[in-house]
Every structure is written in structure tokens, then in C-alpha cells.
């Protein structure tokens, strides 16, 4: 039971939202990556401890792509098969995938390791093709790197570090020079935007009644000498 496992977390992730309706998202997350997928019993868990009705949490689930209500693997590759991916062998890298892992897309291999997907643009054109790994970004994935990749990420399963399939642990990689994918920092990580309170605008000056006899009062209309 996740209150059971994730107490502390779970109270913070409430902490942060003024209704407990907008914690969903992440609550969905969390058991994601603590059961693997959401299946019905996780989802239900989800919604008692947001004392929601069970019916807007599965629909929640139903809407998201990234929520997985079916066994997926301990790794799901996301190749991106968008126009510039492709031009740069997105298709051979797909194609490598499937001849070397055994599977078609959106299978998962016999021994739970790996769930293949297509998807569209992941928003790094510039480091074509590109592949995420539980939403961990690897770049410049040629069909001659999927073996080094491959390896790479089974020794990673082997890790005692927590690696969830939702992405919450997500790290940036691109082939160093022997070959193997190389863990890149982050120069900008993302931190929310400070938005400094703005005063409203003061009331406008009450506009002083016409004077008799003006047009307005007279209601006389003037012609434009044009």
C-alpha cells in the first residue's frame, strides 16, 4: 500500500496543492513507479487517498499516454519517428530495435526488460534521431549504437537506485567517445518563475459632466468639412 511505503511522500505531494483533487497527477506517478503499471487496485488506492471517486481517476489514466494501465517493461523506449528523426534514421533505428530486442512496437521483450513505442517530436531536432528511456533523453542514436545502448541501459536495471518508469528521475545522455552513453549535466535546470505582485491600476478620474449648451447637450451633429 503505497501510505504504508511512501507516507512522507505522499504528504508532501498533498502539502503543495490547496485542493487534494490537483494532486492526481502526481499521486498516479508515484504508484506508476511503485507497482510498474496502474493497474485497477492502483488506480482505486490512488483515488481513496484523494477520496475521489474512482471513475475521474481512471479517466485520468484513460486521457494521459504517459500513465501505462498494462504491464510495460523495466525500461519503455520511446523512439521519435518525426520528420527530422527520420531523415537522420530514425526508421533504421527502429528497425535495429525490433531485429535485435525480438519485438514490434509496443511489445515488450520476454524478460520485462524492454517496451518499444514510436512517438512524435520529443523537441531535440537538433540531436536527431532521438530516443527516451523512461524519459531520460539520449541523443544521436544511430542504428550501429542500439547494442551499446542496450547494454547500457540492462546495467543501469542492476542499480540499486530507484528508476522509475515515469520519468520523475529523468537525466540527459549522448555517446562519448568509447561508444557509450555518457550522462550529460544539465546547464539550465528547470526552476519554477517568481511572479512578483502587480498593484491593479488606479480607478479613473470620474469624467466632469458636459457644460450647457455643448454639442453633446444640444445633440446638434457636426459635418466633417472632408
Same mark, same amino acid.
Given at each position: 500500500m503505497l501510505l504504508d511505503t511512501h507516507a512522507s511522500e505522499i504528504e508532501t505531494i498533498l502539502g503543495r496543492?490547496?485542493?487534494?483533487?490537483?494532486? $492526481?497527477?502526481?499521486?498516479?506517478?508515484?504508484?506508476? =513507479?511503485?507497482? @510498474?503499471?496502474?493497474? #485497477?487496485?492502483?488506480?482505486? *488506492?490512488?483515488?481513496?487517498?484523494? #477520496?475521489?471517486?474512482?471513475?475521474?481517476?481512471? *479517466?485520468?489514466? @484513460?486521457?494521459? +499516454?504517459?500513465?501505462?494501465?498494462?504491464?510495460v517493461g523495466t525500461w519503455v523506449l520511446q523512439v521519435c519517428d518525426d520528420v527530422p528523426c527520420c531523415y537522420l534514421g530514425a526508421e533504421e533505428l527502429v528497425a535495429a530495435l525490433k531485429q535485435s530486442l525480438g519485438i514490434q512496437e509496443e511489445q515488450t521483450t520476454p524478460d520485462g526488460m524492454f517496451t518499444l513505442q514510436r512517438v512524435? !517530436?520529443?523537441?531535440? !531536432?537538433?540531436?536527431?534521431?532521438?530516443?527516451?528511456?523512461?524519459? =531520460?533523453?539520449?541523443? #544521436?542514436? +544511430?542504428? *550501429?549504437?542500439?547494442?551499446?545502448?542496450?547494454?547500457?541501459?540492462r546495467e543501469r536495471a542492476a542499480e540499486a537506485r530507484k528508476r522509475g518508469v515515469s520519468g520523475r528521475f529523468a537525466e540527459d545522455y549522448a555517446f562519448g567517445a568509447d561508444g557509450r552513453p555518457l550522462r550529460l549535466e544539465r546547464e539550465a535546470?528547470?526552476?519554477?518563475?517568481?511572479?512578483?505582485? $502587480?498593484?491593479?491600476?488606479?480607478?479613473p478620474a470620474p469624467m466632469a459632466p458636459p457644460e450647457a449648451g455643448t454639442e453633446a447637450e444640444s445633440g446638434e451633429r457636426r459635418v466633417s468639412p472632408l
Open positions: 496543492y490547496a485542493s487534494r483533487r490537483s494532486a $492526481v497527477l502526481p499521486l498516479l506517478y508515484l504508484a506508476q =513507479d511503485t507497482y @510498474g503499471h496502474l493497474n #485497477d487496485a492502483a488506480i482505486r *488506492e490512488v483515488a481513496a487517498i484523494l #477520496d475521489l471517486p474512482a471513475t475521474d481517476v481512471f *479517466e485520468v489514466v @484513460g486521457f494521459y +499516454t504517459l500513465f501505462y494501465n498494462r504491464p512524435k !517530436c520529443l523537441a531535440a !531536432c537538433d540531436r536527431a534521431p532521438v530516443l527516451q528511456a523512461n524519459l =531520460d533523453y539520449v541523443y #544521436d542514436v +544511430t542504428a *550501429e549504437r542500439v547494442e551499446a545502448l542496450l547494454t547500457h541501459l535546470p528547470y526552476t519554477p518563475r517568481v511572479f512578483t505582485p $502587480v498593484p491593479p491600476p488606479p480607478e
